[in-house]
């Protein structure tokens, strides 16, 4: 066995946690100098984690699933996660989902992430397409709407030139996103009906040869199912999903939540922001009209004010605080 598989087995089959590099060298009888060679390069192949303690402690590098990267996976999130991973595994090819809750909690993120942990369980190609659409952009012309999802035939209507593919087609063996399903005319759900069903639609113009796909489906709303939706439609979607307000989830996602916005901010400005403590404990408990979106707005609004005051720092204080505050939390 190559010393460098035997430095990775060491710490995969330790019954510690962690192994610091003198720990490793001494146990394999390696010099600590080769032994760092080593583990540089299991950490470059991404296969080994550090600690940026001294001294350094080594870790397997654990694979991670998309879900796992949201803020709340394993706490406030945990019974909507379940529910998704649901709808992805069952067989043969999962089943249509509605994610409901208020403006700025998550619903299009989310939607995203089933299909990054439908790719990452293997229940779709790799190159599998993601295809979005906001019903909202179309919500005054349901025959555009139509057009755009089920795609045409060639004279259709003035202007079809040529057979033009939906974006149906275009989700095909992928997910469909419809957001703010809530604006699709009764027509369009009708139209839907036959997608659900048996996976065949017709373009408009088309009645003889119908379309078939392998689609799965997610859409989402902030509005109320019954008040807006067909029961014929609502009835072929087996599960919904209604995520939290900002304000229902627990403090500490809430902190990590307004500490995610600061890293954003600090990695589009490429610089480090020294956050106060304080101000990240008054912004999660604040109350926000759209929920993340206005908690991200907010934290913007922060870091443009911090920036145009320090234009020519690489670290910028933010809070009530100076630039050499150690207390602040590096971000």
């Given at each position: 066995m190559k010393a460098l598989d035997r430095v990775y087995n060491l710490i995969s089959n330790s019954s510690h946690t962690s192994l610091s590099t003198e720990e490793i060298a001494e146990k394999l009888s390696l010099s600590r100098s080769v032994v760092s060679g080593y583990l540089s390069k299991l950490f470059k192949e991404g296969r080994v984690e550090k600690t940026s303690t001294r001294p350094v402690y080594w870790t397997i590098k654990k694979e991670t699933e998309p879900f796992d990267n949201l803020?709340?996976?394993?706490?406030?999130?945990?019974?909507?996660?379940?529910?998704?991973k649901q709808t992805i595994?069952?067989?043969?090819?999962?089943?249509?989902?509605?994610?409901?809750?208020?403006?700025?909690?998550?619903?299009?993120l989310l939607a995203k992430k089933i299909f990054e942990e439908a790719k990452s369980l293997k229940k779709i190609s790799s190159t599998a397409?993601?295809?979005t659409l906001n019903t909202a952009?179309?919500?005054?012309?349901?025959?555009?709407l139509s057009s755009v999802l089920f795609g045409y035939k060639k004279g259709a209507f003035t202007?079809?030139?040529?057979?033009?593919?939906?974006?149906?087609d275009k989700a095909d063996n992928g997910y469909l996103f419809l957001d703010e399903v809530h604006r699709l005319s009764k027509t369009n759900q009708e139209k839907l009906f036959s997608v659900f069903d048996n996976g065949t639609f017709y373009p408009?113009?088309?009645?003889?040869?119908?379309?078939?796909?392998?689609?799965?489906?997610?859409?989402?709303?902030?509005e109320s199912l019954e008040k807006y939706l067909l029961k014929t439609f609502l009835r072929?979607?087996?599960?919904?999903?209604?995520?939290?307000?900002?304000?229902?989830?627990?403090?500490?996602?809430?902190?990590?939540?307004?500490?995610?916005?600061?890293?954003?901010?600090?990695?589009?400005?490429?610089?480090?922001?020294?956050?106060?403590?304080?101000l990240i404990i008054d912004l999660a408990n604040q109350k926000y009209k759209a929920n993340?979106?206005?908690?991200?707005?907010?934290?913007?609004?922060?870091?443009?004010?911090?920036?145009?005051?320090?234009p020519e720092e690489t670290k910028i204080p933010i809070g009530p605080s100076s630039i050499d505050n150690i207390d602040n939390l590096e971000i």
């Open positions: 803020i709340g996976y394993n706490g406030g999130l945990k019974e909507a996660l379940s529910i998704a595994v069952y067989p043969p090819n999962g089943f249509p989902v509605i994610i409901t809750g208020p403006s700025g909690v998550g619903k299009s397409p993601f295809v952009d179309y919500a005054n012309n349901a025959e555009l202007g079809a030139t040529a057979d033009t593919p939906g974006l149906l408009l113009g088309e009645t003889e040869h119908p379309h078939h796909v392998n689609v799965r489906l997610i859409f989402a709303t902030t072929r979607i087996p599960v919904q999903i209604e995520l939290p307000s900002l304000m229902e989830r627990p403090i500490i996602e809430r902190m990590e939540l307004v500490v995610n916005c600061f890293k954003q901010e600090a990695a589009r400005a490429n610089v480090t922001y020294l956050v106060n403590p304080k993340i979106g206005s908690l991200r707005n907010r934290v913007k609004r922060f870091c443009s004010h911090a920036y145009a005051a320090y």
